[in-house]
T-cell receptor, first 113, second 112 residues
Framework: EDQVTQSPEALRLQEGESSSLNCSYT??????LFWYRQDPGKGPEFLFTLYSAGEEKEKERLKATLTKKESFLHITAPKPEDSATYLC??????????????FGSGTRLSIRP | EAQVTQNPRYLITVTGKKLTVTCSQNMNHEYMSWYRQDPGLGLRQIYYSMNVEVTDKGDVPEGYKVSRKEKRNFPLILESPSPNQTSLYFCASSREHTGELFFGEGSRLTVL
C-alpha cells in the first residue's frame, strides 16, 4: 500500500538553529515527490518537486533532497517566518496526472526568535 | 493573479441540510480535486476531475457529490451532511500531467 510518513510531528527550534524534516515513503514506483508549506488557516503552497534519487532543490533557507526511500527538507538558519506546517506528498508512477497524490500528516515547525 | 477561490470560507450547518461549496480556478487547469484535512489524518482526496464532465472518486467519497460542467468550476455537494463531515475542505487544481497542486484557501465546515 502506498504510504507517506513524516517525522517529527512537531519541531521547535531557536532562530538560526538548523535542522531537517523527514519524509519516508512506500510507493510502487515514484513519479514525483512534493513538498508543500501550509500556514495556519491557509491552503498548502507548493515548494518543490523531486523526481529521482540524488536530486536536490533549494529555495532560500530550504533544501529538499531525495533518496529511494525518503526525502529530507533541510532548513538552514531558520527565521520565525519559516514557522509553518510542512507537508510531503508522493505521486505513484502509475498515475501520470495529479489524480493520485498521497499526503503525509505533516511536520509542524515553530521557530522561536 | 493565479488563484483557486472557494466559498464559503466558514459554514456552520445542521445535519441533513444540503449545502454546496463552490470552487473556481482562473488558470485554465484541466485537473481539479477536493480534499478534506483532519487532525492526524492529513489531506485525503474526496473526488477529482480530469476535465469537463470527467470525474472520479478519491479515497473518501462517501456522502459527497461533485460535478464539472465548466472547466473553471468544480463544486462539492453535501446532499445530507452529517457531523462526521465536519472538517477543513480544500479545492486544488493543476495542469494536466503534473502533480504540482494549487490550493484554495480552505472552507471550514461544521455540521451540528
Amino acid at each position: 500500500e502506498d504510504q507517506v510518513t513524516q517525522s517529527p510531528e512537531a519541531l521547535r527550534l531557536q532562530e538560526g538553529e538548523s535542522s531537517s524534516l523527514n519524509c519516508s515513503y512506500t510507493v510502487s514506483g515514484l513519479r514525483g515527490l512534493f513538498w508543500y508549506r501550509q500556514d495556519p488557516g491557509k491552503g498548502p503552497e507548493f515548494l518543490f518537486t523531486l523526481y529521482s534519487a540524488g536530486e536536490e532543490k533549494e529555495k532560500e533557507r530550504l533544501k529538499a533532497t531525495l533518496t529511494k526511500k525518503e526525502s529530507f527538507l533541510h532548513i538552514t538558519a531558520p527565521k520565525p517566518e519559516d514557522s509553518a506546517t510542512y507537508l510531503c506528498a508522493v505521486q505513484p508512477f502509475r498515475y501520470s496526472s495529479a489524480s493520485k497524490i498521497i499526503f503525509g500528516s505533516g511536520t509542524r515547525l515553530s521557530i522561536r526568535p | 493573479e493565479a488563484q483557486v477561490t472557494q466559498n464559503p470560507r466558514y459554514l456552520i450547518t445542521v445535519t441533513g441540510k444540503k449545502l454546496t461549496v463552490t470552487c473556481s480556478q482562473n488558470m485554465n487547469h484541466e485537473y481539479m480535486s477536493w480534499y478534506r484535512q483532519d487532525p492526524g489524518l492529513g489531506l485525503r482526496q474526496i473526488y477529482y476531475s480530469m476535465n469537463v464532465e470527467v470525474t472520479d472518486k478519491g479515497d473518501v467519497p462517501e456522502g459527497y457529490k461533485v460535478s464539472r460542467k465548466e472547466k473553471r468550476n468544480f463544486p462539492l455537494i453535501l446532499e445530507s451532511p452529517s457531523p462526521n463531515q465536519t472538517s477543513l475542505y480544500f479545492c486544488a487544481s493543476s495542469r494536466e500531467h503534473t502533480g504540482e497542486l494549487f490550493f484554495g484557501e480552505g472552507s471550514r465546515l461544521t455540521v451540528l
